[in-house]
């Protein structure tokens, strides 16, 4: 026999907020309210599952979301075509059939690039490649605007933009890496000067990418005012951005904490020697 019903139950799970003042005054003085804690960031309901946040593996969130159009795959292991992008995507915890499947992408004695994968590698495997990286996001405070001198890239301008990052060392850009998104650059006297566009794409959310500006026009305020219309483009689809760079590239972090991004947490960038 099922007990007598007695309407929903209010969810435990949920904070209840603070009683509202009452709408008549007192009569009696009131009483000395103890000290209180500094307020806390919320707490999530539990959902009864443990569902990882898109951003813990950008890579394997974007291959396997939006951008599972790119995706080549073996058993759970996920990559971008090598003209796209170095990233891939390995489930949080892989076991030895995912390490196989990433040693056979590689071959015997090829190089396997980890970003963001946290998991330690394999007996046998050669760490090549090591350093911290920081994963920094809007968080609402992002003065995203679009920019009258920005133009549109395309692949007519992959030649030029392969040759500006060859000269800014930003990070992987390939000869296929603007098909992840949009590139916006600026040029001056019909040369590209600077440009910025989008990476990773988990649910959700668009990476701001290869920030970058020629040398000789540095201190102009171009890389900022492209991340802000790249943002600007994020922000229009109804995404959110985030970005990533080194944790020793203070002067980037500065520049985006400046902006408006926050840092969400560190994030390694590996690779690694597959054996034999």
């Given at each position: 026999m099922r007990a007598p019903t007695r309407g929903p139950a209010r969810a435990q799970?949920?904070?209840?907020?603070?009683?509202?003042?009452?709408?008549?005054?007192?009569?009696?003085?009131?009483?000395?309210?103890?000290?209180?804690?500094?307020?806390?960031?919320?707490t999530p309901a539990p959902t009864g599952f443990n569902v990882p946040h898109p951003l813990d593996n950008p890579g394997h969130a974007s291959l396997?979301?939006?951008?599972?159009?790119?995706?080549?795959?073996?058993?759970?292991?996920?990559?971008?075509?090598?003209?796209?992008?170095?990233?891939?995507?390995?489930?949080?915890?892989?076991?030895?059939?995912?390490?196989?499947?990433?040693?056979?992408?590689?071959?015997?004695?090829?190089?396997?690039?980890?970003?963001?994968?946290?998991a330690d590698v394999p007996d046998g495997w050669e760490l090549t490649f090591d350093i911290t990286g920081v994963q920094l996001v809007d968080d609402g405070g992002l003065a995203a605007a679009p920019d009258a001198e920005a133009v549109r890239l395309g692949p007519g301008d992959v030649p030029e933009m392969l040759a500006l990052v060859a000269r800014t060392e930003p990070g992987?850009?390939?000869?296929?890496?603007?098909?992840?998104?949009?590139?916006?650059?600026?040029?001056?006297e019909g040369a590209l000067i600077a440009m910025a566009g989008e990476r990773l794409h988990?649910?959700?959310?668009?990476?701001?990418?290869?920030?970058?500006?020629?040398?000789?026009?540095?201190?102009?305020?171009?890389?900022?005012?492209?991340?802000?219309?790249?943002?600007?483009?994020?922000?229009?689809r109804g995404e959110t951005p985030f970005l990533h760079t080194a944790a020793r590239n203070t002067g980037a972090i500065r520049l985006y904490e400046s902006l408006g991004f926050r840092l969400r947490r560190h994030i390694p960038f590996r690779a690694a020697r597959v054996p034999g």
């Open positions: 799970s949920q904070p209840q907020a603070p009683n509202r003042p009452s709408a008549q005054a007192s009569t009696q003085p009131p009483a000395q309210a103890p000290p209180q804690a500094l307020p806390q960031p919320p396997t979301g939006p951008h599972a159009r790119f995706a080549e795959r073996r058993g759970r292991v996920v990559r971008y075509p090598h003209d796209v992008s170095p990233w891939l995507g390995i489930p949080a915890e892989p076991d030895a059939a995912d390490w196989a499947d990433l040693a056979a992408f590689a071959g015997p004695g090829g190089q396997v690039p980890l970003p963001g994968v946290t992987p850009f390939r000869e296929r890496t603007i098909e992840l998104g949009t590139y916006l650059g600026i040029r001056h988990p649910p959700g959310w668009t990476e701001i990418s290869a920030v970058c500006t020629d040398p000789a026009y540095r201190g102009r305020g171009l890389a900022s005012r492209l991340v802000l219309a790249v943002a600007y483009g994020i922000r229009e």
